[in-house]
T-cell receptor, first 112, second 115 residues
Framework: QKEVEQDPGPLSVPEGAIVSLNCTYSNSAFQYFMWYRQYSRKGPELLMYTYSSGNKEDGRFTAQVDKSSKYISLFIRDSQPSDSATYLC????????????FGTGTRLTIIP | GAVVSQHPSWVICKSGTSVKIECRSLDFQATTMFWYRQFPKQSLMLMATSNEGSKATYEQGVEKDKFLINHASLTLSTLTVTSAHPEDSSFYICSTQPSGRNEQYFGPGTRLTVT
């Protein structure tokens, strides 16, 4: 079993819809959670960074962490064609130079 | 956010030659930098972690004599692929963690093709 599980998709939704992307994990030591967006042939771009359980909102993006269920989500409201990309969840146990553990990524397409 | 650059963005080299890839943090100092490789439609695979002024820590299965990493300053790390072979063709991405912060910021990546 992988430490972080993420549905690879592909996921296609119509423009304007709410998108829900999810990851589950098995290591209860993870406390810091990140979501990255990666366009084709580009490096990942940090979208959201959260610590422990709770919600964090930034514009059209909301990150949600439920540590009791070992489940994290990224919601995208009013989705746009420019949101079409691969979304990677990542996490680490502590504050420091520890490496990130990544999900496999979900490929998302927003249909105009 | 934080800005990270990589050079070159794309390189083609002949089998047996060496290629150097630079990673720079443009607006912050980074004690730690990470090097990843990514094959098509796959996730990122960490190759090594480098700390300024010390030897890099390589992940299991990554040949340290083939992938030379130098982190000589707080804003620059280099990855040299020595005696490159076609199977080394991949997308190489660096990331940096600003000093005192916990999140990682990625460079735009370098596409290496070995013929």
């Amino acid at each position: 079993q992988k430490e972080v599980e993420q549905d690879p998709g592909p996921l296609s939704v119509p423009e304007g819809a709410i998108v829900s992307l999810n990851c589950t994990y098995s290591n209860s030591a993870f406390q810091y959670f990140m979501w990255y967006r990666q366009y084709s042939r580009k490096g990942p771009e940090l979208l959201m960074y959260t610590y422990s359980s709770g919600n964090k909102e930034d514009g059209r993006f909301t990150a949600q962490v439920d540590k009791s269920s070992k489940y994290i989500s990224l919601f995208i409201r009013d989705s746009q064609p420019s949101d079409s990309a691969t979304y990677l969840c990542a996490m680490k146990p502590g504050f420091g130079n520890e490496k990130l553990t990544f999900g496999t990524g979900t490929r998302l397409t927003i249909i105009p | 956010g934080a800005v990270v650059s990589q050079h070159p963005s794309w390189v083609i080299c002949k089998s047996g030659t060496s290629v150097k890839i630079e990673c720079r943090s443009l607006d912050f100092q980074a004690t730690t930098m990470f090097w990843y490789r990514q094959f098509p439609k796959q996730s990122l695979m960490l190759m090594a972690t480098s700390n300024e002024g010390s030897k890099a820590t390589y992940e299991q299965g990554v040949e340290k004599d083939k992938f030379l990493i130098n982190h000589a300053s707080l804003t620059l790390s280099t990855l040299t692929v020595t005696s490159a072979h076609p199977e080394d063709s991949s997308f190489y991405i660096c990331s940096t963690q600003p000093s005192g912060r916990n999140e990682q910021y990625f460079g735009p990546g370098t596409r290496l093709t070995v013929t």
